[in-house]
């Protein structure tokens, strides 16, 4: 699309212009969909997220008599932040962290006055330590297949060796055939698996996290850059990029530290039950497992000592940390590397490496920082309670646990379909087996994942039942509610299922609080049965009565490929998803809630495209704005509400006089209110309202995303308005004499409602104006934050 220049202000003495922005939602849209005009002109910005008009509004600016009673509408297209390439699905692998990140989001709400208190720290470090173990976790699994099962275990068994497609320098008698060599080789693989995570994280580092704010944009009072009702309006919130570098810094050395260990543990015990062990190696093998020792709890200080600055941009960078931690921690794999590979001609691989104490360490490591953030998270919602707040304020713990529970499933998965495949039709660690198997506790992981989706199964077909009772009642009334419509049964129950079923999005709470409740029985039962058997799943039942036997055996068995096929499926329909906007509808929702937020606990997270948004959506409202001294409404469907909302909570005083709110879709209180309620509960979308009187918010009981936002108690006037009909018309009648669709969560620009409050939105803007005017108000200018010297500030003063 050609790319007009930048229109110029408005001449002097022309009436002030009126500017409607279009943010769209998940689903996305092409510029000319939203514009109505098939050949729009790029107004601002980039390939990847930019303002868009129609090609006869490009030079509005220069002649404002055209639009009198009318605003300019110009749409600003963020869809290629989240969709695009289809190698981009990949990072649908990395859901864990996702899911890690968001636990730290989803923290209750705390008093708006004062300080945060201590318990909202540690509530922060709880986060970023679990966000720590699954880095372990994956790097960890990765150690599992590529040294236990391919170097140790598979190369050290003529089952394996003794078929033509073994490598011939890895068969016996070969320099790399000794156990230590082969375990140094097999390391490539997850040093290179931390690598690659390193590298992701670094490129999406520098597009967003590093990409300088606004300065001089947020506000003052609920918008405060202190500690008011509205974090997100505070100047640091999108701008992550200190802490995001550190913890990058600390996963990689983590990761790489957790392959070093791998490498050098079993060399050491080697040699500490051999007598043949010259004194200078076993001293270099202390003196390597000390460092690795001392490098691990450097780790654990640096991801411990400082959270996120939210106060204000903070431009430093530890750059020691973050040269130093990954540096030293390859120096140390290399010293491990190096040790092991020493030659030792009388060691054998046998068995499967120490791995089921560390992996069960870990889990029980995991287990007890969720049950410790629910209590924090507990303790929190008691001292400020938060109406309508998921699972009574354990939302955060939820999504910790499911995230634990997502790399636990996936990483014993990976390691069982690895097993299986290397030893052919035998079942690893069962009697005539050629390999031990993974660790037994990975195949218990593996194993609850066919009972995990049976108990979905029954708490979804119970969900289906409730909604057909809700449907089978509410078609009773529909008709009533059409003037004159005659009632048509069929035409009540689709509309009553179509309200059924977007009733189902309140029920989510009450969903995930039976996953979680299910997964955490279920994985204590995993790693309460490998400790106690210390056998697979199949034996550990073997002896039994034949149905438990039966249903053990067909658990390990049929785990592994279900993890198989699921990850593949995921990524196929991620793929899809990223392509096919219909597909997006479906899922994108999801997605779209988990990047939006900064990566405050996992730097391995998929990148926060809001980061961009964002600061776009400020720039370009603070900016026309004083060039123009127009009015302007920010008219945003579905998450582009979100957005919006996030823009307007960092524009200036000045700014906000003159700019409007309109929501329609929005998940700001249904979603995002009850999971993140110290971000979007009823205190922050109340101080939006008194700060901007000039919102308005259209729902529809059949959208099952968008809802009323309730922020009206302490403003002017309410926020809502709805339910607004779907369909507009119960049958045909002469305005409809084709029958109407139900929208549902689309096209509500069709209703007449919109246009009736955009306008509405406008005049009341005009009003203001004017009388700021009469006041000699006077617009800020809008400037780059840039690095300068920080005072010091306490560590991690948001968590």
């Not at 290399?334 to 020493?342: C, K, P, Q």
């Not at 409809?736 to 306008?759: C, K, N, S, T, V």
Request: contains cysteine; proline residues 10%; charged residues 15%.
């Amino acid at each position: 699309m050609p790319q007009s220049a930048v229109p110029e202000a408005v001449p002097p003495g022309a009436p002030p212009l009126a500017l409607e922005l279009f943010v769209h939602g998940v689903a996305g849209a092409a510029p000319g969909e939203l514009l109505r005009d098939p050949h729009p002109v790029r107004v601002t910005g980039d390939s990847t997220a930019a303002v868009f008009r129609r090609a006869e509004d490009a030079d509005a600016e220069a002649h404002p008599e055209r639009y009198a009673g009318r605003p300019v509408p110009e749409a600003y297209c963020w869809s290629r932040l989240t969709s695009g390439n289809g190698a981009r699905a990949l990072w649908l692998l990395l859901l864990p962290f996702m899911v890690a990140n968001l636990a730290h989001w989803a923290r209750p709400a705390t008093a708006p006055a004062g300080p945060p208190p201590c318990a909202v720290r540690v509530y922060g470090l709880l986060v970023r330590l679990l966000a720590l173990s699954l880095t372990v976790l994956l790097v960890a699994a990765a150690c599992e297949v590529a040294l236990d099962l391919l170097a140790w275990q598979c190369a050290g068994t003529r089952a394996c060796t003794g078929s033509g497609s073994w490598p011939a320098f890895l068969r016996p008698g070969a320099w790399w055939a000794q156990p230590g060599r082969r375990l140094a080789l097999g390391a490539l693989v997850p040093a290179a698996l931390t690598g690659l995570l390193w590298f992701l994280s670094a490129r999406t580092w520098s597009a967003y996290e590093s990409q300088p704010p606004p300065s001089g944009t947020a506000g003052t009072g609920a918008f405060a850059a202190g500690h008011g009702e509205a974090p997100l309006g505070r100047p640091g919130f999108w701008y992550g990029r200190r802490i995001v570098a550190r913890l990058r810094a600390a996963h990689t050395a983590a990761g790489l530290l957790t392959v070093a260990l791998a490498v050098a543990a079993p060399a050491l015990r080697e040699d500490r039950g051999s007598s043949a062990t010259a004194p200078a190696l076993l001293a270099t093998g202390w003196a390597v497992q000390a460092l690795l020792a001392a490098g691990a709890a450097t780790v654990l200080w640096v991801v411990c000592r400082r959270g996120r600055t939210e106060a204000r941009p903070d431009h430093r960078l530890d750059r020691a940390a973050i040269a130093l931690l990954p540096a030293g921690a390859l120096a140390l794999l290399a010293a491990a590397v190096l040790y092991a590979g020493w030659s030792r001609p009388g060691w054998t691989s046998t068995g499967r490496l120490p791995g089921d104490f560390a992996f069960g360490v870990l889990m029980l490591g995991q287990g007890g920082c969720v049950l410790a953030l629910a209590l924090v998270a507990r303790r929190l919602h008691r001292r400020t309670p938060t109406p309508g707040a998921a699972l009574g304020g354990l939302g955060g713990p939820a999504a910790a646990l499911l995230g634990c529970a997502l790399g636990g499933v996936m990483s014993g998965g990976v390691a069982q379909r690895a097993a299986d495949w290397l030893d052919g039709a035998a079942a690893p660690g069962t009697p005539g087996a050629a390999l031990p198997g993974p660790p037994v506790l990975l195949s218990w992981q593996a194993s609850v994942l066919p009972p995990l989706l049976l108990a979905l199964a029954l708490v979804a077909a119970a969900a289906g039942v409730r909604a057909a009772v809700a449907r089978r009642r509410a078609a009773a009334t529909v008709a009533a509610e059409y003037p004159g419509a005659v009632p048509d049964p069929d035409r009540s129950r689709r509309i009553a299922g179509a309200r059924a079923t977007a009733a189902l999005t309140d029920t989510a709470p009450w969903f995930v609080g039976a996953v979680c409740a299910v997964t955490l029985l279920l994985g204590a039962g995993a790693l309460a049965g490998a400790w106690i058997t210390g056998k697979v799943p199949a034996e550990a039942a073997r002896g039994a009565h034949p149905l438990p036997a039966a249903a053990a055996r067909a658990a390990q068995d049929s785990g592994s490929w279900l993890i198989g096929l699921g990850m593949a499926a995921f990524v196929a329909l991620g793929r899809r998803a990223y392509r096919d906007p219909a597909s997006r509808r479906t899922i994108g929702i999801l997605w779209d809630v988990g990047t939006f937020w900064p990566r405050a606990a996992h730097p391995f997270a998929p990148p926060c495209y809001a980061e961009r948004a964002v600061p776009d959506l400020t720039w370009r409202m603070t900016g026309w704005t004083a060039r123009t001294g127009g009015r302007l409404v920010i008219s945003g469907h579905s998450q582009g509400s979100v957005l919006a909302a996030a823009a307007v909570w960092q524009l200036p005083p000045g700014t906000r006089r003159r700019v409007g709110l309109l929501t329609y879709g929005s998940p700001l209180a249904r979603l995002y209110g009850r999971w993140f309620p110290a971000y979007f509960g009823p205190g922050p979308l109340a101080a939006l309202h008194r700060d901007l009187d000039c919102w308005r918010n259209l729902w529809r009981a059949t959208d099952p995303i968008g809802g009323p936002v309730a922020a009206g108690a302490d403003g002017d006037g309410p926020v809502d308005r709805g339910p607004l009909a779907d369909p507009v018309a119960y049958g045909r009648d002469p305005l409809h004499p084709l029958p109407a669709p139900i929208l549902r969560h689309g096209d509500y620009q069709a209703d007449p409602a919109f246009a009736a409050e955009r306008d509405a939105l406008l005049a009341r803007l005009a009003a203001a104006a004017r009388a700021g005017a009469a006041e000699g108000a006077e617009l800020p200018a809008q400037r780059i934050s840039k690095a300068r010297e920080e005072p010091a500030d306490p560590p991690g003063t948001a968590g």
